[in-house]
């Protein structure tokens, strides 16, 4: 009896036709775009996004340790009388304004350092002598 | 993928590009008289460290005339030196950025001071450069006598700077009553001319002020007086730049009488007869 010899075959190995995958796509206006390729390109850009934004803030300049703030020296408010009887200008517009701006002047006046001691000339040792005195 | 390799490559240097010409435009602008004031501090303290080594191994040379206390004496004057050359630059470049800052300083006045305080530091920057090449502890000693030499004329001009900027912040605070006065005169004047209300005492108190802005100005010149005079050999420089301050306190003095008087005098006109 013929036996029909059947050819050795792993149906394992034998390519199965992939059933085609829908390619999605976004579309803005004319423009076609693969919805993979933008989802992976904007990922990457909010990635860089992120990494700049570490950068700024390891580049931003360390903070100059804080000065010494000047505590305000109070001064003398000079006892300003009620006038009783007031004048037409009492609230003369010109008047009120020259009044409030003596009165910046006033302030500036109070707080201007004559002194600058802070920019003092530094003290140098300039004579380098080796020689025993 | 490969397609828009290009345009990513392009937004990533462009981004960079972005980020590093804020950083530096941000660095640039922030480079004020305060921060060159930190430098100045911050140069100075190095200065004060170097020296006191330099007190010690010079000491040490001194006591054991040793080969190895004289290197180390060479040593440690030439790293004083260097500091000390960076403590006049920084502090100069701090006063330059202060003359910027300061109002009422004249345009030429300021360009003058600007080109002298540049030229002193260019000296000690070339005199910090030329340190490093000598060759022997008694080449040191010369180099460090040429400093000392200078230092006599940016002594001066220190002390001129100084004084300008005094003299400036006086200058502004009287520009500033004078408008104040101007405004006054002219409202006076208004009043006097309606007849409402007599104004023979607010034109006598208008005079005082005056007279008080007079004396400030006058005080302000004697200072600048003073502070044109002192010379690189003056050993007293700093008794000079006192009696100079001491007249422009004098003449804030002034100014802040004749606003007292301003404001009496708008009390004045505030009142009726």
Known sequence: ?133 | MKRFLPIFGFVVLFSIAILLNCYIATYAQEFDFNRAYDDYIYTYSQYRVAHSEYVSAKQAYLNYKTLTSKTEAQDKTLKMLEWRDEVIKTYLTALRLKLAETTGISNYEQNVLYLKLDSEVSWYIKHHDALSSAGSLEDLVDSAEEAQGKYQETEVLIYQALGTILSGKETTLRQHLNQQMESLKNKIAEIREKGDKKTTIAERWLLEAENRLTRSQEKQSAAQQILTKIKPYDSNKNQSYNQAQFALEESHQYLKEANLNLRELIREVKSAD
């Open chain 1, 1 to 133: 009896m013929p036996t029909e010899k059947i050819a050795d075959q792993t149906f394992e190995e034998i390519p199965v036709a992939e059933e085609p995958v829908e390619e999605k796509y976004f579309t803005f206006g004319k423009f076609k775009l693969k919805q993979k390729m933008v989802w992976s390109v904007g990922g990457e850009l909010a990635g860089l996004l992120i990494v700049l934004l570490i950068l700024a803030s390891l580049l931003k300049k360390p903070s100059v340790s804080p000065k010494q703030t000047q505590l305000p020296t109070p001064t003398p408010t000079p006892f300003e009388e009620e006038i009783t009887s007031p004048s037409i200008y009492a609230t003369d517009s010109a008047i009120l304004k020259i009044e409030a701006d003596l009165k910046t002047i006033d302030q500036d006046l109070q707080s201007t350092d004559l002194k600058e001691v802070g920019l003092n000339p530094p003290v140098l040792d300039m004579e380098v002598k080796f020689e025993e005195e």
